[in-house]
């Protein structure tokens, strides 16, 4: 790519660089060493994490990953079993971490678009088993926004359905919400309605928040305490970690409502495309910051068409041979928005 030409990224909103008033942030965060709990800004963090979703604790962690594998480790014992979609980032991306660092074995329910619901999920919960043959189902866990659904929201009564089998089978509900922030801007509903039913929710500022690292665990008071041990021994303590929580703070206060103008460019932005001859979008699943874009009426794979768009300064990511997709984020303006426009129009219009 020509160092001048204009890079409009849409691969991730992990793509993210800080703000100038978040690096102001960090520069200034009183710090301490969090592994003594003696960091302010990363137990101010915490606070206000718990406080926001209608929680007892948070916890600092290192990823998105590390959040949700350390509340696996916490619900489970060996030998249990999970219940996921079929696509899910704990299943699929997660490095079978599941099963190497927790023991547990996983069942996978494809989901109706990529969601689960009750009636999925209570047909995966293993039986009462007096022979000991089956794994104990312990976990069930849902992902919200869905990623490789489209970014799509589970909205608060599918949840609530759930929830209720959940309960009734006495399971422990966990929500990966890496995007967690995006779902509850999308159904303009508060973080500690979306939270409400889960036992333990994960949650990524390193994604549509713009910071450079960091995700928190939240839950109960007894379980944040057990999931502490777990953080040691997966080596997630951090020592001055106040520098990566101060961003977490300034991204809380400033950089959740705004998660509804990446909503809207993800929105134009697949519908411009999905009227190109070459192109077509399921405009339904444009529910958040994502777009897949099936460009196979183009003839062209979604490789070629990833290249050609680098060419022309705008990075997507191909998912399969015939779908991209595009993530809108907080370094995506409407100039931006442009310029991608332009360049689908030259390869697909
Ligand atoms: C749905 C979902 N969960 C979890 C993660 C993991 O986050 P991290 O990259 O911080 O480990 C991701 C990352 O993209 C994700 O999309």
């Known amino acids: 790519m020509n160092p001048t030409m204009p890079r409009v990224d ?20 009183p710090v301490g060493d969090d592994v003594y709990g003696d960091d302010p800004t990363v137990n101010a963090l915490q606070e206000r994490a718990a406080a926001l979703f209608g929680k007892e604790a948070a916890l600092f ?8 594998q350390i509340a696996i480790r916490t619900h489970t014992q ?67 926004t869905a990623n490789r659904a489209g970014g799509v929201v589970y909205d608060l009564d599918r949840t609530a359905a759930i929830a209720a089998v959940a ?3 006495g399971l422990a509900l ?24 889960f036992d333990s929710i994960s949650c990524c500022l390193s994604k549509g928040l713009g910071c450079p690292v960091g995700s928190l665990l939240v839950g109960s008071r007894a379980f944040i305490n057990r999931a502490h041990r777990f953080r040691k021994m997966f080596g997630g303590g951090m020592r001055q970690a106040g520098l990566l929580a101060a961003a977490g703070i300034h991204a809380l206060e400033h950089h959740i409502e705004r998660l509804a103008d990446d909503h809207a460019r993800a929105k134009h932005m697949a519908a411009q495309v999905g009227a190109m001859s070459g192109a077509s979008v399921q405009l339904d699943t444009v529910q958040t910051n994502m777009a897949y874009i099936d460009v196979s009426p183009s003839g062209h794979t979604a490789a070629e068409v990833c290249q050609g768009l680098a060419e022309r300064g705008v990075l997507a990511n ?13 370094d995506v303006d409407d100039a931006d928005v442009g310029v991608a426009l332009a360049a689908f129009a030259e390869l697909v219009g």
């Open 167 to 169: 309960k009734e089978h």
């Open 174 to 197: 966990h929500l990966d919400g890496a995007r967690v922030f995006n779902a509850a801007v999308a159904m303009k509903a508060s973080l500690a309605d979306v939270a409400e039913p």
């Open 318 to 330: 191909a998912v399969s041979t015939s779908h991209l997709r595009i993530v809108t984020h907080i």
């Open 10 to 29: 849409l691969r991730s909103d992990t793509v993210t660089r800080p703000t100038d008033a978040m690096r102001h942030a960090i520069a200034n965060a």
């Open 78 to 144: 060996p030998g249990d079993e999970i219940v996921v979609e079929s696509s899910a980032h704990i299943f699929l991306y997660e490095g079978g971490g599941f099963a190497a660092l927790s023991g547990v074995s996983a069942r996978c329910v494809p989901g109706e678009g990529g969601l689960l619901n009750a009636q999925k999920v209570r047909e995966a919960i293993r039986p009462p088993d007096p022979t000991s043959h089956y794994p104990q189902t312990r976990l069930v866990c849902l992902e919200n």
């Open 61 to 68: 962690v290192p990823s998105g990953t590390m959040a949700n």
